[in-house]
């Protein structure tokens, strides 16, 4: 049975030690092997290369899985900022062309205009602090990646 570890004479089969992986030359059959040590080299780059990526998507699926349970509550009211952020401004632009229609036929001034601007300040600033929460997580889970690949 041949272990991982032995290297053996493409040729005759015979068991190569270093010596004779150093020589490029077997000891049974004189044959250069000097195209199965680059064979084996190439392979174990290509392992440490597969070890590489094993180990990062390890990483990975541990840094997605705790990413989006950890931060669930945040998620959710940063989502909630978004609706009603966006929502004002829906609000907002009704409020602005209902009050234009008025003007004509109550003659209102032109400042009750004005009135949805407050509705346009108050989404953009929904929209910000849902943005900064988002930010914020984000922030987090790349500090934890880090502290995980540190360690």
């Known amino acids: 049975m041949k272990k991982p570890n032995e290297i053996r004479c493409p040729e005759?089969?015979?068991l190569l030690k270093q010596k004779d992986l150093k020589k490029g030359i077997c000891w049974k059959c004189s044959i250069s092997i000097t195209e199965l040590k680059n064979k084996i080299e190439k392979e174990k780059i290509n392992s440490e290369i597969q070890q590489r990526v094993d180990k990062s998507k390890q990483i990975h699926k541990?840094?997605?899985?705790?990413?989006?349970s950890r931060y669930y509550a945040l998620r959710i009211v940063s989502g909630?900022?978004?609706?009603?952020?966006?929502?004002?401004?829906?609000?907002?632009?009704?409020?602005?062309?209902?009050l234009l229609s008025q003007i004509v036929n109550y003659d209102l001034s032109y400042v009750g205009l004005l009135q949805p601007i407050g509705l346009i300040i108050g989404g953009v600033i929904n929209i910000?602090?849902?943005?900064?929460?988002?930010?914020?997580?984000?922030?987090?889970?790349?500090?934890?990646?880090?502290?995980?690949?540190?360690?």
């Open 12 to 14: 005759c089969d015979c």
């Open 62 to 68: 541990l840094s997605n899985g705790s990413s989006n």
């Open 80 to 98: 909630l900022l978004i609706f009603i952020g966006w929502g004002c401004f829906i609000v907002a632009l009704f409020w602005f062309f209902y």
């Open 128 to 151: 910000a602090l849902a943005q900064l929460i988002n930010l914020f997580i984000d922030i987090a889970n790349d500090v934890n990646k880090i502290k995980k690949q540190k360690v």
